[in-house]
């Protein structure tokens, strides 16, 4: 399966984005996505997953209430909204996809593929 982020960009703080992950290749209903984000020279954070079918989500501490993470089957895309952002936001966000996955430690288990990055730049 390949992916395709894009709908980063700058952003003044307090305000909202939408990233978009276009997944093509197979389904992605059988397809779990996660978004992933990553400041040059720090570790690699993950943000949030959806899990196969739509069963379930997750999101990390850093943006639970300010994030909804969502996919739309029928145009095979997985998205990532992110309101209220803030400095600490800025990062190039990245999505990724595992078939028949449902989430669990999705922070540090193997994702089967990696989309290129979308750079998010929060700032006034």
């Known amino acids: 399966v390949q992916l395709q982020a894009s709908g980063g960009g700058l952003v003044q703080p307090g305000g909202s984005l939408r990233l978009s992950c276009v997944v093509s290749?197979?389904?992605?209903?059988?397809?779990?996505i996660g978004w992933f984000r990553q400041v040059p020279g720090k570790e690699r954070e993950a943000v949030s997953c959806i899990g196969t079918r739509d069963i379930n989500t997750e999101y990390s501490q850093s943006v639970k209430g300010r994030a909804t993470i969502s996919k739309d089957n029928a145009k095979n895309t997985a998205y990532l909204q992110m309101d209220s952002l803030n400095a600490e936001d800025t990062a190039v966000y990245y999505c990724?996809?595992?078939?028949?996955?449902?989430?669990?430690?999705?922070?540090?288990?193997?994702?089967?593929?990696w989309g290129k990055g979308t750079l998010v730049t929060v700032s006034s």
């Open positions: 990724a996809a595992r078939w028949g996955y449902y989430c669990a430690g999705y922070e540090s288990i193997s994702w089967s593929s």
């Open positions: 290749g197979r389904p992605l209903e059988d397809h779990a």
